[in-house]
């Protein structure tokens, strides 16, 4: 609602526009003592930029002074010093307020700090203007001595603390502007002024129920903005019921219960109602489509239910922006048109989840510019009027439909933003609009190969992803005049050829390159330039071949490195030791070789929390100088969770665009994809490759790992008792080497620990049977032959026989944890990711290496897991969650 820049320039030009009247209307002679007050407020400040103050000195009267307007009797009673670049603390002097007849104040948007002075009885400031300021501090309960304010304008400051209830002393007041500050606590029952026209106290912390405040006989309100606090209880009917409002905007709240009624007979002068980001529930009332001068009415995202028919919004004859989107009701657009005549000004239109299954009649907009239809069920084709509806048609959200095809003819229009990702949309390619910026095509069944003159189309796009379709052929070299690519991704496709060198020296850098899950070949090209500044390059699944290019290591902001499941020969990519931003690295089935070294004394990577190398043919020891480096890993819980939030891509500032991250994490024969990651989520991965020698105590350190795997190798010695100091452990894999001796005691501490393999080791004596530990079953322990106790029949004085553990063999690999059948409890991540997503479900697809079946799983009501068989055809075009979500609110 609010757009500082346009109301700062507004602010200037009445500024202008005050001067020149102000000029006029100077008459008398200064007064001597208010010329020693002003000069004492000069002299605190530090005012080398200001026009008007600079002016000010002890020769000239001070009623010519810029800024100052006497009354006859030279009498200062107006100062408007806004916009002067003034700085310095105003309490040091608090001279301007005893200016006893000062009746206008206006200090708006200059750079004070310190809080205010104390206002006392004598004031008769009439108009008090302070936005912009950076007085911080709580507004002092004086204020209400200044009883005959009638405009306070406080917005845009640091002010803290609670709205002082000497306000409603205030009976004066016409205009109340507290927004944009640090207001907190909750709202006190005070009176408001009977004059009041203007209040606005968005954009800050308060909390109550504003039943507290008397809106009855506030004939003369018509402008409320209560939006972006945490206001909670019902919306008071005597709000509904005010005769004059004209904007009433309560968005961003936690407002519940039913939108009150409306009074019979009333009459309405509602422009513009917005009560989004709410819990409202129940159904919208009748009466709110009956409104007929709205404007603006924005209802989305609430519990809203019932039907809503079309054709009664379209009597709101002026309506220019609708949101309906993210409720739980059916909207229901059929045979609207046939009866009256669509929005005739409707500029933006968001209907997403509305269970829609038609195309709402938007034949003839002219003025559409935005459309969001996203989330719906609507099938067959992109009727070609959609194109045609608008000229000026800007934004355009088909993501989560049935759809099959677009009309045809069809002739794309000067879109900026199009997405038509998770649909059912096959055959070529749709010829794609040459003005976007954002183009989402992914999740569709696009089975052409990429025109070789694609980047003619690409002229101005930052966002491109056809990920998740059939596309054949090679990427072609034309992609690479697509000069502003920040963001392309092409992954799982049957893409094949080698990847264009030309991908990476171009002016614009592209920040996100996925192309995995394809059949390039060739070599990663070594062309990454000194200026590289790739956050993602995600090539997994591939059948890539040679080294990790040397220019990789200019990729100074690299945060994803993902190169598993190629035929990458090389050894370990120490040169890319000075990319402190790495926080992913998975070289995972690959040809690797070689020892790990790390530098000692270095801090190679320190905010690495994914190493996934497993399935290579790395040796030597356990790189136990690396561990020590890997510093994320080693932070507190609590002091992780203060950074949480994914790992994403902003492709455009301040857009809500962004591209997020996935990865597939593999543990204990489970693929997990993770759609989003999480800062949070770390693991290791060292499995199936020829290491040797003593897992280093210097694990223990890693106190923030989730998952370590480190079976299939050769290690020898003990378990390490520092093991037990990993307290967010969830997975824990050391089966398959020759380790020997007891399991420690100290593993019984790991409270979250689902699963826990040490089967095919040396290992001997009692397996612990308290905690986490009574819930494994034996094929956590099968192949060792020394081992004894519950889960195993056999005690631990009597002998083991080796009998017991065949019947268990068939099972070997497969992932099992007695409480949950054959789920993992990923209870811990689950718990996370409802902190932080906030929204919506969030979807993991699980693949089972080993058995191929599928099951969902559904553990609370925001996360909901999917098993997935591995190389299942049905999975391409699996329907998970979008992977980024344009303009919403993370
Ligand atoms: C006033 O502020 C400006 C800019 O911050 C600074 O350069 C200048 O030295 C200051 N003047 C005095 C007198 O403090
Ligand atoms: C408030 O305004 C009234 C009427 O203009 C005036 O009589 C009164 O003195 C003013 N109060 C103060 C404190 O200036
Ligand atoms: C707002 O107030 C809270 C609590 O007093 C404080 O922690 C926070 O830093 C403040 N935020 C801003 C932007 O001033
Ligand atoms: C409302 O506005 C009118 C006209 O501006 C004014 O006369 C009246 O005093 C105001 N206050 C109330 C309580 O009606
Ligand atoms: C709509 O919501 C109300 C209030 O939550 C509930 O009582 C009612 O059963 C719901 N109606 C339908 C059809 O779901
Ligand atoms: C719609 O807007 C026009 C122009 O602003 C106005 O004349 C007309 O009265 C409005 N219609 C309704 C029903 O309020
Ligand atoms: C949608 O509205 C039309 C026209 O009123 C009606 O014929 C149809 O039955 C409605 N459809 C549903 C599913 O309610
Ligand atoms: C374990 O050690 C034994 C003998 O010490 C050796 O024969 C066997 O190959 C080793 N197993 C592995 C997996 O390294
Ligand atoms: C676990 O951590 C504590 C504190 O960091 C440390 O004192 C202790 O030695 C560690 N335990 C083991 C077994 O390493």
Redesign the pocket.
């Known amino acids: 609602m609010r757009i500082p820049l346009v109301s700062w320039f507004f602010f200037c030009l009445n500024i202008a526009i005050f001067f020149s009247m102000a000029a006029l209307s100077v008459s008398g002679q200064c007064q001597s003592h208010q010329q020693q007050l002003l000069l004492g407020f000069k002299s605190s400040l530090n005012s080398s930029f200001s026009v008007k103050l600079v002016k000010w000195n002890q020769g000239t009267d001070c009623c010519s002074w810029g800024g100052i307007t006497c009354d006859a009797s030279g009498r200062v009673i107006q100062l408007d010093l806004s916009n002067q670049w003034l700085h310095g603390d105003i309490n040091n002097s608090n001279s301007l307020f005893r200016l006893q007849h000062l009746q206008h104040l206006n200090l708006a948007y200059n750079r004070f700090h310190g809080s205010l002075p104390e206002f006392h009885h004598d004031s008769s400031l009439r108009n008090l203007v302070l936005s912009g300021t950076n007085f911080s501090g709580s507004l002092p309960e004086s204020i209400g001595n200044l009883v005959n304010l009638t405009k306070q304008d406080l917005s845009y400051c640091n002010f803290s603390g609670a709205i002082p209830s000497s306000i409603s002393k205030l009976h004066q007041l016409v205009y109340l502007d507290l927004s944009s500050n640090n207001f907190t606590g909750r709202i006190q029952p005070f009176d408001l002024s009977k004059n009041l026209a203007h209040i606005d106290l968005s954009y800050n912390k308060l909390t109550g129920k504003i039943e507290s405040f008397k809106w009855e006989g506030l004939q003369n309100l018509t402008y409320i903005d209560l939006s972006h606090n945490s206001f909670s209880g019902s919306i008071p009917s005597s709000l509904v019921a005010l005769p004059s409002v004209k904007m009433l905007l309560l968005s961003n709240n936690q407002f519940g219960g039913e939108v009150p009624g409306f009074p019979k007979g009333g009459q309405s002068f509602l422009d513009t109602l917005d009560l989004s980001y709410n819990q409202l529930e129940g159904r919208i009332p009748a009466y709110v489509f009956e409104l ?2 709205l404007n603006v009415l924005l209802l989305s995202s609430n519990k809203f239910n019932g039907t809503i028919w079309l054709g009664d919004i379209q009597k709101l ?2 309506l220019t922006q609708l949101d309906l989107s993210h409720n739980n009701l059916f909207v229901n657009a059929t045979g609207s048109y046939s009866t009256v005549s669509s929005f005739p000004k409707i500029a933006s239109l968001k209907l997403a989840s509305c269970k829609l299954n038609v195309f709402p009649p938007l034949e003839n907009q002219s003025r559409l510019a935005f459309l969001d239809l996203s989330e719906n069920q609507i099938s067959g084709e992109v009727p070609n009027w959609i194109w045609n509806a608008s000229y000026g048609l800007q934004h355009l959200n088909l993501s989560f439909n049935q759809l099959e095809g677009l009309q045809k003819p069809y002739q794309m229009p000067n879109l900026s933003v199009l997405d038509l990702h998770s649909n059912k949309l096959g055959g070529n390619i749709p010829s794609l609009p040459t003005s976007a910026i954002y183009l989402d095509y992914s999740r569709n069944s696009f089975a052409s190969s990429l025109p070789n003159n694609i980047g003619n189309y690409l002229s101005y796009t930052l966002f491109f992803s056809l990920s998740n379709n059939g596309l054949t052929g090679v990427i072609p070299k034309s992609i690479c005049d697509a000069s502003y690519l920040q963001v392309l991704d092409l992954s799982k496709n049957n893409l094949s050829g080698e990847i264009p060198k030309c991908l990476f020296g171009r002016k614009v850098n592209v920040g996100v390159l996925n192309l995995s899950g394809n059949n390039l070949s060739g070599e990663l090209p070594d062309a990454f330039p000194s200026n590289c500044s790739i956050q993602t390059l995600d090539v997994n699944g591939n059948a890539l071949q040679g080294k990790i290019p040397e220019s990789l290591a200019n990729c100074k902001s690299l945060e994803v490195l993902n190169l598993g499941n190629n035929h990458i020969n090389d050894i370990f990519p120490s040169h890319l030791k000075s990319i402190a931003s790495l926080r992913i690295l998975v070289l995972r089935s690959n040809e690797f070789h070689g020892k790990i070294s790390c530098p000692a004394n270095k801090v190679p990577w320190p905010k690495l929390q994914i190493v996934d190398i497993a399935d290579n043919r790395f040796s030597g020891t356990l790189p136990n100088k690396c561990l020590k480096t890997w510093e994320v890993m080693m932070t507190d819980e609590g002091e992780a969770r203060l950074n949480v939030g994914y790992l994403q891509f902003q492709v455009l500032r301040l857009s809500g665009l962004y591209y997020q991250d996935g990865i597939t994490v593999t543990n204990k024969g489970l693929t997990m994809e993770f759609v989003k990651i999480l800062t949070l989520f770390t693991s290791i991965d060292l499995s199936c490759n020829k290491f040797e020698g003593p897992i280093p105590e210097v694990i223990g350190e890693l106190k923030a790992l989730h998952f370590l795997n480190l079976s299939h190798n050769a290690l020898t010695g003990k378990i390490p008792p520092s093991l037990g100091n990993l307290t967010q452990l969830e997975s824990l894999d050391l089966s398959n080497n020759n380790l020997t001796g007891s399991i420690p005691q100290q593993l019984v501490n790991l409270n979250f620990l689902a699963v826990l393999n040490f089967s095919y080791n040396q290992l001997e004596g009692s397996i612990p049977a308290v905690k986490q530990f009574a819930t494994f079953s034996n094929d956590s322990y099968e192949g060792n032959k020394g081992l004894c106790g519950v889960p195993f029949t056999k005690k631990c004085n009597e002998a083991i026989s080796e009998a017991s553990f065949k019947n268990n063999a068939g099972l070997r690999g497969l992932p099992t944890n007695s409480r949950t059948g054959n789920h993992v409890d990923w209870n811990f991540i689950s718990v996370e990711i409802g902190f932080v997503s906030g929204i919506g479900a969030v979807i993991f697809p699980l693949m089972f290496c080993k058995r191929w079946r599928m099951r969902y799983y559904k553990r609370t009501d925001r996360v909901v897991y999917k098993f997935f068989p591995k190389l299942d055809p049905r999975n391409r075009n699996r329907r998970t969650i979008s992977h980024w979500t344009p303009g919403r609110r993370l």
């Open positions: 007929s001068r004859v002026n």
